[in-house]
């Protein structure tokens, strides 16, 4: 358990955050299967680096854990590996989080894979082969993973790979990522409509490209709540303004609904958090995260603390992530005195009360839920349970705590 005294924020500091684990994740499965990546600043998140120990390794059985990320992504890896059998499998929750439509995406191209426990659930025994299929139709609103998984492998295939979307599209963001990082790298593509195309990749002996990874949005999320409640200048690294990454969007967020103003200084790659002193918080404050659905936790915290109403839609992924975000969100803040409401795609408040004496944060084996609660330690001392969760992304956020917080009892 971790103990965060009731603080105050240092002004000026400087945080160092490591690279995006989405990025690196993708880069890794290309690495893997071309020869001209080389990647630098690599997350060191625990997903990154269970994937990098699984794409290392040449085991028929591979253990992914709580890795959501690797899961998907390595589905399509292990598909198209001609001739090697592959049991794909993880932790107890990660049999609980489906994996169905890219299961089915990846049978209508040709792929053997059976469900060796729940149908629809990992784990997976997938039989690699050549696909030459070219073509696939997809729900639009499934998550933005299964897609990436798909166009990660579209390059390295005969005929290329046609992704036809039906329906709305969901974290759209996270797909115009992944299709910008194949530009990068040469492997043409295009998103018109619904309609995605990648071409194959003809090229595999081009010179070697390094890519730097940006450091994570995701990450940075957790510094605009301090910076927002403890109303003190913060700096990180490593960002660019032309981010690829969604949760970029909180920089616009967090200046529209709490006066935190971003500035860029592009030689060093480094942003600046500076609150307005003489900005007036909203009246309430209603937005759509369907871009963005990973930060709406910090979010919610930040508004529960400043004690304004708020009525987030767009998070319908948040249900099957690695825990239902949603009613943990639910359950957390009612600690922090907030009463919501939720539904399977919403969360609103509907009142504030007093914060609970003793306040303790379930964080459900989700590293999100222990980041995005800590900087209510500006408002109140507070606990966070099983404090190694942040090992998923972010093993140095205890760390970095420590260097822009004055702890003081009571």
């Not at 700096?235 to 981010?243: E, I, M």
């Not at 200084?265 to 480094?270: I, L, R």
Request: one cysteine or more.
């Amino acid at each position: 358990m971790k103990k965060l005294k009731k603080s105050e924020l240092k002004a000026d500091q400087t945080i160092q955050i490591s690279g995006s684990k989405s990025i690196s994740n993708r880069l890794l499965i290309l690495e893997n299967l071309f020869n001209n990546i080389k990647i630098g600043n690599l997350s060191n998140s625990q997903d990154t680096r269970l994937l990098e120990k699984a794409l290392s390794e040449n085991t028929e059985t591979v253990d992914i854990h709580h890795a959501g990320t690797a899961m998907r992504f390595l589905t399509s890896y292990y598909s198209i590996q001609e001739g090697k059998t592959t049991i794909l499998t993880g932790s107890k929750r990660m049999k609980e989080r489906p994996i169905k439509n890219l299961v089915t995406a990846l049978q209508k191209l040709g792929v053997e894979i059976e469900y060796l426990e729940n149908d629809g659930f990992p784990p997976l025994k997938i039989t690699g082969r050549k696909i030459t299929e070219k073509s696939v139709e997809v729900p639009a609103n499934i998550s933005s993973q299964f897609i990436t998984s798909l166009l990660l492998i579209a390059g390295k295939l005969e005929n290329g790979l046609e992704i036809n979307l039906v329906g709305e599209i969901t974290s759209r963001s996270y797909i115009e990522m992944t299709l910008d990082i194949l530009t990068t790298f040469g492997i043409q593509n295009s998103f018109i409509g619904n309609t995605i195309k990648v071409e194959p990749f003809a090229d595999q002996q081009s010179s070697t490209v390094t890519y730097e990874v940006e450091s994570d949005w995701s990450s940075a999320s957790y510094f605009y709540s301090f910076a927002a409640l403890g109303r003190k200048t913060l700096h990180l690294k490593s960002f660019y303004k032309a981010s690829t990454q969604g949760d970029s969007a909180i920089a616009q967020i967090y200046e529209r609904f709490f006066g935190i103003k971003t500035t860029y200084t592009e030689d060093q790659h480094a942003l600046t958090l500076q609150p307005d002193p003489d900005f007036r918080f909203p009246d309430k404050i209603v937005l759509d995260m369907n871009n963005c659905p990973d930060i709406a936790q910090t979010l919610c915290v930040t508004a529960s603390a400043l004690r304004i109403p708020f009525e987030i839609s767009g998070l319908g992924t948040l249900r099957v992530k690695e825990t239902d975000r949603l009613l943990a969100l639910y359950n957390e803040l009612q600690k922090l005195g907030t009463e919501t409401e939720i539904t399977d795609s919403t969360i609103q408040s509907v009142r504030f009360g007093e914060p609970q004496d003793n306040i303790s944060i379930k964080t459900y084996q989700d590293h999100r839920m222990a980041m995005s609660f800590a900087p209510f330690c500006l408002i109140k001392e507070l606990n966070i349970e099983d404090e190694a969760v942040i090992e998923k992304s972010y093993p140095m956020f205890w760390e970095d705590l420590e260097k822009i917080l004055i702890s003081h009892n009571g």
